[in-house]
């Protein structure tokens, strides 16, 4: 068994076998070993590679061969190409036959949206058990979320905000503009321009009045000019507000091609008008009376009984 202290480290007179490597151990600097590390590469089932050692002087031929024929070349300049022969083999995977332990970690999301004035919070009592956290936006408006992805290695302490883009996507599945309350396609049909509709029916699996559903968005992950900071920017828009149980709006977002169940709802309590479309009609109570007015003020009947029972204008 050979003890590397190091990331890397050259291990000579080893005989021309196929080799087996594990990880042992892995510790901090304070030589305490990182359990959940530990556990990925030694827990129930070890993780083992197999490494060639057989075909090794072949490899070393070929890297030598690269070396020297990249170092006789010249440039364009006439000046010898010896720096650029020997960076050109940098990733000597390429020729080496080559063995990889890598631990990506946990992937986490957070979900924020940075330009919220109205009122929002986690800590309350849920009438969802699967809603993450709570918000409150005005009937019609925008609402720009901001998705942030990274992998957590040491918990509190190592992170990394790169994330695969050919293996994660974010699905979005959105009802915060759509609905399927009464009224609702007098209020669709009632608005104007077909910009106002998409943007309502975006990512939701609500079908318009006589159309289909969109259904969830599934996008791509996107990355800032230094490679990290992985995430999204997507803006919704709110519809009218929910008046039956539980009274809130919901957006389900999760990461598709995550090894653990990543995902956060957001649930929405919009505020404002509930439209029933030209006349902007809203609902009133149907118990009886709402009203008692007496007329002349003071005086005993006659009395009214009112029921505000049809759409105000």
């Known amino acids: 068994m050979l003890y590397q202290p190091s990331f890397e480290a050259l291990h000579q007179g080893i005989p021309a076998h196929f080799l087996q490597v594990e990880v042992e151990d892995i510790k901090d600097a304070a030589d305490e070993r990182l359990n959940h590390l530990w556990t ?48 050109s083999i940098k990733d000597r995977e390429e020729i080496k036959e080559t063995i990889r332990f890598q631990y990506d970690g946990t992937l986490l999301m957070t979900v924020t949206i940075p330009n919220d004035d109205s009122l929002s919070c986690t800590n309350y009592t849920r009438i ?20 942030d992805l990274q992998f957590e290695l040491i918990k509190g302490k190592v992170y990394c905000d790169q994330v695969d883009e050919d293996k994660h996507r974010i699905q979005i599945e959105s009802n915060l503009g759509m609905d399927t309350n009464g009224g609702f396609a007098e209020f669709y049909n009632g608005l104007e321009g077909g910009d106002t509709k998409d943007f309502l029916s975006k990512c939701s699996t609500i079908a318009p009045p006589g159309g289909t559903a969109a259904g969830p968005c599934i996008e791509d992950i996107t990355h800032n000019e230094r490679g990290g900071g992985a995430g999204l ?38 505020e404002g008008l509930y439209s029933k479309g030209i006349g902007n009609s809203f609902a009133m109570p149907t118990h009886k009376p709402i009203m008692i007015l007496r007329d002349p003020p003071g005086k005993p009947p006659p009395l009214f009984l009112i029921n505000f029972s049809h759409s105000f204008n």
């Open 40 to 87: 990925y590469f030694q827990g129930e089932s070890p993780k083992l590679r197999t490494i060639n050692l057989l075909g090794t002087e072949t490899e070393d031929e070929a890297v030598n061969d690269s070396v020297a024929k990249e170092e006789s070349e010249e440039g364009d300049t006439g000046m010898n190409t010896k720096r650029e022969g020997l960076d």
């Open 128 to 147: 969802d058990p699967q809603t993450t956290s709570l918000h409150v936006v005005d009937y019609m408006s925008t609402v720009a979320m901001r998705i």
């Open 233 to 270: 920017s997507p803006v919704l828009a709110a519809g009218r507000p929910n008046i039956a149980l539980p009274y809130t709006k919901n957006v389900l977002i999760k990461v598709i091609g995550a090894d653990n169940d990543v995902h956060h709802r957001l649930d929405f309590f919009v």
